[in-house]
């Protein structure tokens, strides 16, 4: 399973991003895929999750404020982001659980700034 982040960038406070993150590979078996971020000097976090079953959940700080969808056949996974705050601030990692295994893509940064 390969993974491809996208749509980071900088954004001032209280408003929107939205980040793609495009499978490919093995993802008839994927069974659920979500974001995690990284703030500087902090530990990974998890930010959003959706099942194959597209139950979805959050964060407590982004509740509210984040949705992550997908569509039917893995392809694609979104999380936009809105009402953001600068301690959003960190890199977004896409990640996918396949057979048991965790994949991630590389990082894109989202910075909460103005």
């Known amino acids: 399973v390969q993974l491809q982040a996208s749509g980071g960038g900088l954004v001032q406070p209280g408003g929107s991003l939205r980040l793609s993150c495009a499978a490919s590979?093995?993802?008839?078996?994927?069974?659920?895929m979500g974001w995690y971020r990284q703030a500087p000097g902090k530990q990974r976090e998890m930010v959003a999750r959706?099942?194959?079953?597209?139950?979805?959940n959050y964060a407590d700080p982004v509740k509210g404020r984040f949705t992550i969808s997908r569509d039917n056949a893995w392809n694609m996974v979104s999380l936009q982001m809105n009402s953001l705050k600068p301690e959003d601030t960190a890199v977004y990692y896409c990640n996918a659980l396949y057979l048991g295994v965790q994949y991630w893509g590389q990082g894109t940064l989202v910075t909460v700034s103005s």
């Open positions: 590979g093995r993802i008839f078996s994927i069974v659920a």
């Open positions: 959706i099942n194959s079953a597209d139950t979805t």
